[in-house]
């Protein structure tokens, strides 16, 4: 059974008491960006919880709770995190024992308990890097099957070790932010010869159905973070819709991969779900048949997580068509690995460091996590409500992303939404 609240909490909804995600606020009558948690339809104001002595009876350092983002309260710690959530579902239980805290309290709950469509969500972390890594395998092979066919779908290095690149952490927004359609060089005709590009808009433009990971633990440089250790320094998970220009990544990704195809936006839910609420849902991801570097091998087979992942497009003044399903567990490496590995070398990886998991893809028709795969690259349509149809996005169209794990019955451990609208490219 759901752990019932005295708090109104409908069971629909992905921020059950089973939940308690962290998230950055700020209202009409009060500008400041502060730390929050959702719960169903509101929000707790930790500011205001913590100013009017909620926290008296749990060991943190209440002034994180006056921070702009979230990584002073990170950076205390995966054992912090755990009690203040611990504490704070005590005190939304129906049979509290800190009845005085809230439940009893007419002059703090009416303070900080706001209703959440009355607030304004902000980016959760100051990212300071963002690495976006390739795990996907059922992505990685589609693609590259459309590209090289399926004998050389997989280069040879791919099951070694979680492929990844660096990205751009000052195009990461928070949902609701829309996204300019991209310019930049293309090839109009790619069978032509010789390869000459034109400067245009993007006319491929597309999603990545991606999860992120917070990183909560500075390393030094030059002491890589042990596989044994590397889930300790992970603060909790977000969706994230790395939006990709096909056609402009297509000319430019050869020999170094990927640069403005996808500098120009990322896009990630604003509520960040605590690793602790997601043990309950830890599955096996892909089998990888490959035997693995020491420093890559994790004692704990379940590794990833069953975060049922949907994709929503709307055309604009249009109901939205739910056009992908996908599932947290197909990925062939855990955030952890890629941890491990990223830091091998001794990279130094800071507080507030975004990690993408790479496209996230089933196996059969409608469970891709990107247009490119369900459209062939672009030789086949997606059918919407209305009779629209889609090989790419198209100005106007917006994209939601959702994730949720668990059931009504148990409570709902969700994401909320990851949304973004393309407006029209700069005109130069």
Not at 27 to 35: F, L, S, V
Not at 80 to 85: A, D, Y
Not at 137 to 152: E, I, S, T, W
Not at 193 to 207: A, G, T, Y
Request: glycine content about 10%.
């Amino acid at each position: 059974m759901a752990p019932k609240s005295w708090l109104s909490i409908p069971a629909s909804s992905p921020f059950s008491l089973a939940n308690i995600p962290f998230g950055i606020i700020s209202t009409a009558a009060n500008k400041t960006h502060r730390p929050a948690v959702a719960i169903g339809d509101h929000c707790l104001d930790l500011n205001e919880f913590a100013a009017g002595g909620g926290f008296k009876d749990v060991q943190v350092d209440t002034s994180v709770f006056s921070s702009p983002t979230l990584n002073a309260f990170a950076a205390l710690g995966r054992p912090v995190h755990r009690s203040v959530r611990t504490f704070l579902q005590d005190v939304f239980a129906e049979h509290t024992k800190y009845p005085q805290v809230l439940m009893n309290n007419e002059s703090l709950r009416k303070s900080a308990i706001l209703r959440r469509d009355q607030v304004q969500m902000h980016l959760p972390m100051q990212i300071g890097d963002y690495t976006d890594f390739y795990a996907g395998k059922n992505h990685a092979f589609n693609v590259g099957c459309l590209f090289r066919g399926p004998d050389n779908a997989l280069q040879p290095n791919y099951t070694h070790l979680p492929v990844g690149y660096h990205g751009r952490a000052s195009s990461v927004v928070v949902s609701g932010t829309p996204i300019k359609r991209p310019n930049g060089q293309i090839l109009e005709n790619p069978a032509a010869d010789p390869k000459v590009p034109i400067f245009s808009p993007c006319r491929r433009l597309d999603i990545e159905l991606e999860l992120g990971a917070f990183l909560c633990k500075d390393n030094e440089m030059g002491s890589p973070v042990p596989i044994a250790e590397a889930a300790n320094n992970i603060f909790g998970l977000v969706l994230m819709n790395d939006w990709s220009a096909r056609d402009i990544q297509a000319w430019e990704y050869v020999p170094l991969g990927p640069f403005n195809s996808k500098n120009f936006g990322t896009t990630i839910s604003p509520w960040v779900v605590l690793m602790d609420a997601l043990e309950p849902f830890r599955t096996k991801g892909i089998h990888n048949d490959t035997k693995l570097l020491p420093y890559l091998t994790e004692k704990e087979e379940k590794n990833v997580y069953d975060i049922r992942l949907t994709v929503d497009l709307a055309v604009e003044g249009q109901q939205p068509s739910t056009i992908l399903r996908s599932n947290g567990k197909h990925l062939l490496f855990s955030f952890p690995q890629m941890l491990a590995h990223h830091s091998i070398g001794g990279c130094p990886m800071r507080v507030g460091d975004l990690f993408g998991s790479g496209t996230i893809s089933g196996t059969e028709q409608g469970t891709e996590g990107a247009m490119l795969e369900y459209t062939k690259g672009g030789k086949e349509s997606l059918k919407l409500t209305g009779g629209e149809e889609r090989k790419f996005l198209q100005d106007g169209d917006t994209v939601a992303l959702y994730g949720v794990c668990g059931d009504e019955e148990s409570g709902l451990v969700g994401f909320g939404e990851c949304v973004g609208q393309i407006l029209p490219a700069p005109k130069l």
